[in-house]
C-alpha cells in the first residue's frame, strides 16, 4: 500500500511539474513535424523531387559558410538522409544565433561602451616587454571581444564553493552603492536564502541591486515569474531568455555566465551557481568539485561592462549605460593593489567569433612544458582534437581532468568517447571519483591560466553567453596549478592509460579529503557564523 501511494505521488508530482507540460508541447510540434514531412515527401512525385533540389541548394548553402566542418557535416547528413524534415529543422535550429532585434540592440550597447574599452598602452607595453607571446594572447581578446588586459587588481581562487561562499557573503555585506548579479542557475536553499537576505536588506538601504538569471536554466528551480516576487522584494530583475516550449532557435543560446560585481571594485566568477550543491549543503553526485575567483581593483571593469550590457539588452533600455557611475575609482578613489595581468573576456554567440575556444586553442598551442585542464564537460571540435594531441605529441605534458560521478549520463558516455583518440597522442586523462568535477579552468607553464564559465563543449563554444578570466604572472596561477595537484593526490581517481580500455583506481584517502575539504554545516539564519 505504501508503495502505491508513493508511486501515485510521483505522477502527481509529474503532473503538475512546469517541465512535463514544456516537454508533451515539444513532443506534439516534433510529431506534426515527422508527419508533415512524411505526407509531403509521399503526396506527389514532384513534390518530391523538389524537395530534394530544395535540400541540395540548403546543402551547398551551408558547406560554403563559414561555420565550424562538423557542424556542416551534422546538417549535411541529416538534410540528404532525411531532407523534409531535415530541411525543417535547419530552419528551426540551424542558425545558431539568437533573435536578430536582440543582436541589434547587443550591437549597439557595445559600440556605446568601446570609448570606456580602450586598452591602456602602458599596460599593453609592459605586457609586451614581459612576455611576446602572452601579449599576442592578450592582443586577441581585446580586439575580438572589445575587453582589455589590466593591471592594478590582484586575485583570490577558491577551490571548493564552500570557500568562496563565505567570502561572497562577506563582500555583499559590505556593499554601500550596487550589487549586480548574473547567474545561470538559482535554486532556493542555504545559500541562495542567506544572499536573498542580504540583497533585499541592501535595496532597503538604497542600494542598486540588480539580478539577471537564465529562464533556461531556472526552468525547474525557481518558480513561474519569480522576477515579479524578487521586484516586490526592491530587487530589480531580469529574466534571460524566457523558456518557452516552442521549436525554435531562440531557446539554444542561454546566458551560461556567472557574473558578481560590487561597487565597482569587487568581482566574483567561476563555475559555481547559486545552488546548495556547489556548496556541498546537498548531494548530488557524490562531492562537488568546483572553482571561483574573486578580483579586486581595475580589472573589475570588465565585468562590470558586461553586466549592464546584458542588462540594457534584456531590458530593452533606451537610457544609455552611465559609464562614468561605474569606473573603478568611482567610489574608490585610492589606488588598487596590483598583482600581475589580468583580463576577464566574455563570449556572445551574435558576434561569429568563438572567443572562448580561441583564448583555449592560443594557451594550447604556445604551451611549452604543461597544460592542465578542468572540465566537466569534453565534447570538442576537430580544432580543439587537433591542438590538444599536437601539444602531447610535442612533448607537452597535457593533463585533462573530468567528472568521476556524471550529472548527465549521455554526456557522460559521449565525453568518454573522446578518450581513445587523447589517449594514444599521449594525452593524460583523470576522472574524479569523489563526485562530479564542475571546473572550468587552464594552468599553463607557471605562467598563464583561465579560470570561468566556458566548458569544453560545444555548447558552451558556440551557444551559450560565457565569461572567463584571463591571467598572467598573477599568483593565483600557482594556486591553480597547486589545487590540480592536490586534487590528484588524495583521489580516488580512474587514471587512464595508452589503451582506453586500461586503467587503475587509486583509492581515496578519506582522512585527506576532510582535511582538505571539511563538511561545512549551515543554515539561512545563520550565514553570520559561517563569515568568521
Known amino acids: 500500500m505504501h508503495r502505491i501511494i508513493h508511486t501515485f505521488k510521483k505522477i502527481l508530482q509529474l503532473l503538475f511539474n512546469r517541465i512535463f507540460y514544456v516537454a508533451v508541447a515539444l513532443m506534439l510540434q516534433l510529431t506534426w513535424l515527422l508527419i508533415t514531412a512524411w505526407r509531403l515527401a509521399a503526396y506527389s512525385k514532384y513534390i518530391s523531387h523538389v524537395i530534394s533540389m530544395i535540400s541540395i541548394l540548403v546543402v551547398l548553402w551551408i558547406v560554403n559558410k563559414k561555420i565550424n566542418p562538423s557542424y556542416k557535416l551534422g546538417w549535411t547528413i541529416l538534410i540528404l538522409c532525411l ?52 601579449a599576442v594572447q592578450s592582443r586577441y581578446i581585446h580586439q575580438y571581444s572589445s575587453f582589455p588586459v589590466h593591471t592594478n587588481t590582484t586575485a583570490e581562487y577558491f577551490q571548493v564553493g ?37 540583497l533585499e536588506r541592501k535595496a532597503t538601504e538604497g542600494v542598486d541591486v540588480r539580478l539577471i538569471y537564465d529562464g533556461f536554466g531556472c526552468l525547474t528551480t525557481l518558480p513561474y515569474h519569480y522576477e515579479r516576487f524578487l521586484r516586490e522584494k526592491g530587487i530589480q530583475c531580469q529574466v534571460f531568455n524566457p523558456f518557452r516550449p516552442l521549436l525554435n532557435i531562440v531557446q539554444n543560446n542561454r546566458d551560461h555566465r556567472k557574473i558578481c560585481v560590487i561597487d565597482g571594485k569587487t568581482g566574483f566568477t567561476g563555475g559555481i551557481n547559486l545552488a546548495d550543491e556547489y556548496i556541498n549543503q546537498k548531494r548530488r553526485f557524490g562531492h562537488w568539485k568546483d572553482t571561483a575567483v574573486m578580483l579586486k581593483g581595475e580589472a573589475v571593469w570588465n565585468m562590470t561592462v558586461m553586466f549592464l550590457h546584458m542588462w540594457n539588452v534584456i531590458a530593452n533600455s533606451s537610457k544609455p549605460i552611465d559609464h562614468e557611475l561605474h569606473l573603478p575609482h568611482h567610489f574608490h578613489p585610492d589606488s588598487f593593489e596590483s ?78 568517447s573522446y578518450y581513445e583518440q587523447l589517449l594514444e597522442a599521449g594525452v593524460h586523462i583523470y576522472e574524479y571519483q569523489p563526485g562530479f568535477l564542475h571546473a572550468k ?25 560565457e565569461n572567463g578570466v584571463w591571467f598572467y604572472k598573477n599568483k593565483v596561477i600557482q594556486d591553480i596549478l597547486s589545487d590540480f595537484h592536490e586534487t590528484l593526490s588524495y583521489g580516488p581517481f580512474r587514471v587512464f592509460f595508452a589503451c582506453l580500455h586500461l586503467y587503475s583506481d587509486i583509492h581515496l584517502d578519506e582522512a585527506f579529503l576532510q582535511k582538505q575539504y571539511p563538511p561545512r554545516i549551515l543554515t539561512a539564519e545563520r550565514y553570520c557564523f559561517y563569515v568568521s
Open 339 to 416: 598583482d600581475g595581468y589580468v583580463q576577464p573576456y566574455s563570449d556572445t554567440p551574435l558576434d561569429g567569433e568563438i572567443v572562448g575556444e580561441n583564448v583555449y586553442l592560443n594557451i594550447i598551442n604556445r604551451a611549452r612544458k604543461y597544460v592542465y585542464i578542468c572540465t566537466p564537460y569534453l565534447i570538442i571540435d576537430n580544432e580543439m582534437m587537433t591542438a590538444l594531441c599536437l601539444a602531447a605529441k610535442s612533448g607537452v605534458d597535457v593533463r585533462i581532468m573530468t567528472p568521476g560521478i556524471p550529472d548527465k549520463k549521455m554526456v557522460f558516455l559521449l565525453t568518454q
Open 441 to 465: 579552468s587552464f594552468v599553463c607553464d607557471d605562467e598563464i591560466a583561465v579560470v570561468g564559465t566556458i566548458n569544453l563543449d560545444y555548447r558552451s563554444l558556440y551557444l551559450h553567453f
Open 162 to 198: 564552500d570557500d568562496m561562499f563565505p567570502v561572497l557573503v562577506r563582500e555583499l555585506e559590505q556593499a554601500e552603492h550596487y550589487i549586480y548579479i548574473e547567474y545561470f542557475i538559482i535554486n532556493d536553499g542555504v545559500m541562495w536564502r542567506t544572499i536573498l537576505d542580504i
Open 83 to 134: 531532407p523534409v524534415l531535415g530541411v525543417m529543422l535547419y530552419i528551426l535550429f540551424g542558425k545558431s544565433r539568437i533573435a536578430q532585434a536582440i543582436q541589434n540592440k547587443y550591437a549597439q550597447v557595445q559600440e556605446e561602451s568601446l570609448p570606456y574599452m580602450k586598452q591602456d598602452p602602458d599596460v599593453a607595453r609592459s605586457l609586451e616587454e614581459s612576455s611576446q607571446s602572452a
